[in-house]
């Protein structure tokens, strides 16, 4: 299996603008996380999705963030508009509980978002 | 509720001399616990993972914890440290709570230094 994909890999934008983050879980995996990462605040689960329907998104810091599950092998987290303060490393992450599954969690590269 | 506390967040050790990084847990239901290891700009990479069978756990890179009930620690330890250790590592505690509910809590990190 290909692991997590994230795309893009790093993105640079303006304050205002809209930015979107994509995942595509390993295939089978029917939860998917979205995570953030700062020097300051370190990783901070902002979302988490079950069969495509969010769970819980109490992580997610306010309504410029909405996150999407349209199917089982594809995600997306948005901010609209962004500000510099959105810039961090964000990661996609997935797992299972089929077959005995024990709740490990497999990573995908992250997103590099610079908001200038 | 649960808590993860790693209680170093710098460790530096020199090549060829034994690594431990410590982390202890509280939560009121059994968990699974986990270690994963972030090396720069890279996502996280899963080492090792408790899930109520053998408290010993082995996992990759000659990484192995114990977890010790009575402590609630779950401690990650090396005999002998190399220079690629040097990456920063993160204990989780994640737990099922009801159905389609988890509860993930990372720890914030150790950076591990390894002197040459």
């Known amino acids: 299996d290909a692991g997590v994909i994230q795309s893009p890999r790093h993105e640079v934008t303006e304050m205002g603008q809209e930015v979107t983050l994509r995942c595509k879980p390993i295939?089978?995996?029917?939860?998917l996380f979205w995570y953030r990462q700062t020097m300051m605040r370190g990783l901070e689960l902002l979302i988490y999705?079950?069969?495509?329907?969010?769970?819980?998104d109490s992580g997610m810091p306010e309504d410029r963030f909405s996150a999407k599950m349209p199917n089982a092998s594809f995600s997306t987290l948005k901010i609209q508009p962004s500000e510099p303060r959105d810039s961090a490393v964000y990661f996609c992450a997935s797992s299972s509980l089929a077959g005995g599954g024990s709740y490990e969690q497999y990573f995908g590269p992250g997103t590099r978002l610079t908001v200038t | 509720a649960q808590s993860v506390t790693q209680l170093d967040s710098h460790v530096s050790v020199s090549e060829g001399t034994p690594v431990l990084l410590r982390c202890n847990y509280s939560s009121s239901y059994s968990p699974s616990l986990f270690w994963y290891v972030q090396h720069p700009n890279k996502g996280l990479q899963l080492l090792l993972k408790?899930?109520?069978?053998?408290?010993l756990v082995k996992g990759i890179n000659g990484f192995e914890a114990e977890f010790k009930k009575s402590e609630t620690s779950f401690h990650l330890t090396k005999p002998s440290a190399h220079m690629s250790d040097a990456a920063e590592y993160f204990c989780v505690v994640t737990l099922r709570m009801d159905t389609g509910r988890r509860a993930l809590t990372f720890g914030s990190g150790t950076r591990l230094q390894v002197q040459p």
């Open positions: 999705f079950n069969n495509n329907v969010p769970i819980d």
């Open positions: 408790y899930t109520s069978a053998a408290t």
């Open positions: 295939s089978g995996h029917d939860y």
